[in-house]
């Protein structure tokens, strides 16, 4: 089933079979962490550093749902779900990252993929989403080459076993996170700080890419697509000084163009190469690397949440205001001023402005013209509670989702072929460093009774879907 053809019924305000979904991620929800063969992934060892993760927290037990997915599925069915992405964990399916399948593993990912049939909700699944087994980050992570080929295997193996049900294949969930915010800063697994590694495993993602893709093309019906998810940013200059526009030329290169351009132009940008030729002569990228990632796929994924403003910063005294925790994780930003965008934040502290979510789809459209794209992450935390009646009020995510899908909306209107909007999150969950002070779900999740109260945002949201329309 191609993406174009993702069940959903036609919408006004949105085009004929545009995809409803929602979104999770396999350590974030699942628990059950030393259950069914699972063995460690980076995040359960990182977890366990002390400071690394706010609270001490961990996602052993996350939102329960290894145990309770029969309850989330009968909720994503009531919200009226046409789509539900989630990641398969590769530490459950192949216990190490080496050798033979996990049964076990893939026995839950068999119920749950069929669950989701039987309640006519399209599964989308990502094979990657940060939680490398931990016995191959101890033989180097990575930064070693042989990750790449060792995450092939494992794309083989989950499409040899959910192949004929799963017809929507995600190879990576934001590899700029796993390489600069993993290797470079340090703040996500494995916490190694060190900008040449980061920039080594950001080249080996992107093999593992071009190799997954070729492993699941060999083992899928011919009708299955293929994607990648990628969190672009929407790089903006303070103003229109040459500093400043150079600064955003550096940051749009170590962002998305050093992405974007091995991916779909089997090439690196000469600029990113010599922004960062003091760090390395990336002589990692060996004959034939760029051919294999740039294998054709079928749609791009975009994970957007706030813009990116920079400016040059010639005395390197400005404080980095970017989003991000600790040092900075960008390579090569000496001289590089990053500052919040105006407007109301959310409770990550991050500038809410949709606008840059249309910059990026629009420009996407005349990048690369043609390339069907989906919305695969978007959505806000805020200080949610529940009140003395039970209910959970939530208006500035309401808000916040309106003028996103408003933005989408526009920029379909202006030719940008998007297929559809996977929300962030459909349950409150584990948020990584954050642990579990950050809420990006509609539903939000009693941690200590695992109990679920869907939000105001989730019955807006399911009004959305059933009606195509974005109601005031």
């Known amino acids: ?6 069940p959903a019924p036609v919408r006004t305000g949105f085009p004929p079979g545009f995809v ?10 699942e628990g059950a962490a030393a259950e069914g063969g699972r063995t460690p992934s980076i995040w359960d060892t990182f977890s366990r550093v002390p400071g690394a993760v706010r609270n001490g927290d961990t996602g052993d037990i996350a939102v329960d749902h290894y145990h309770r997915w029969r309850d989330d599925l009968a909720l994503m069915a009531d919200l009226g779900l046409g789509a539900y992405r989630f990641s398969l964990a590769w530490p459950r399916i192949q216990p190490g990252g080496r050798g033979p399948a996990n049964e076990a593993g893939l026995e839950f990912y068999d119920r749950l993929v069929d669950g989701l049939l039987e309640h006519g909700i399209t599964p989308v699944a990502t094979l990657y989403h940060w939680d490398l087994p931990q016995e191959l980050e101890d033989a180097g992570g990575w930064p070693e080459r042989d990750t790449a080929y060792r995450f092939a295997e494992y794309a083989a193996i989950a499409a040899r076993r959910l192949g004929d049900r799963i017809s929507t294949w995600t190879t990576f969930n934001e590899p700029w996170c796993s390489a600069f915010l993993g290797y470079g800063n340090g703040v996500h697994a494995p916490g190694r700080k060190d900008p040449v590694d980061a920039l080594t495993a950001h080249h080996h993602l992107l093999l593992a890419h071009g190799l997954g893709t070729a492993a699941l093309r060999a083992e899928l019906p ?14 903006r200059p303070l103003t229109d000084a040459p500093g ?8 749009d290169g170590l962002a998305n163009r050093i992405f974007l351009d091995p991916v779909f132009h089997g090439r690196y940008p000469a600029d990113v190469l010599a922004d960062t030729a003091h760090l390395t002569d990336w002589s990692f990228v060996h004959d034939g690397d760029l051919a294999e990632i740039s294998r054709p796929i079928d749609s791009l994924g975009i994970n957007y949440y706030t813009p990116t403003v920079v400016a040059a910063d010639p005395t390197g005294s400005a404080p980095r205001q970017d989003g991000h925790q600790g040092d900075s994780p960008w390579p090569a930003d000496r001289g590089i001023r990053f500052l919040p965008a105006a407007g109301s934040r959310t409770a990550m502290d991050w500038p809410v402005d949709a606008d840059g979510l249309y910059e990026l789809l629009v420009r996407l459209r ?3 013209p043609g390339l069907p794209l989906l919305v695969t992450e978007n959505g806000a935390a805020y200080e949610d509670y529940c009140d003395p009646s039970g ?15 408003g933005a989408v909306r526009r920029a379909i209107e202006e030719g940008a072929p998007v297929k559809g909007y996977f929300l962030w999150s459909l349950l409150d969950n584990f948020e990584w460093a954050y ?7 509609i539903v939000h999740v009693d941690f200590a009774s695992q109990r679920r109260t869907p939000k105001d945002s989730a019955r807006w949201y399911a009004q959305v879907m059933r009606t195509g329309e974005l109601p005031d």
Do not use: C
């Open 435 to 441: 642990g579990y002070s950050k809420r990006f779900g």
């Open 222 to 235: 011919a009708a299955a697509q293929v994607s990648l998810t990628l969190n672009l940013a929407a790089v």
């Open 366 to 368: 005349d990048d690369l």
């Open 391 to 405: 209910d959970v009020h939530d208006p500035e995510r309401v808000a916040y989702l309106r003028g996103h899908l």
């Open 244 to 251: 400043d526009l150079d600064a955003a030329r550096r940051i």
């Open 1 to 6: 089933m191609s993406v174009e053809a993702l």
């Open 20 to 29: 409803w979904g929602a979104a999770t991620a396999a350590y974030q929800i």
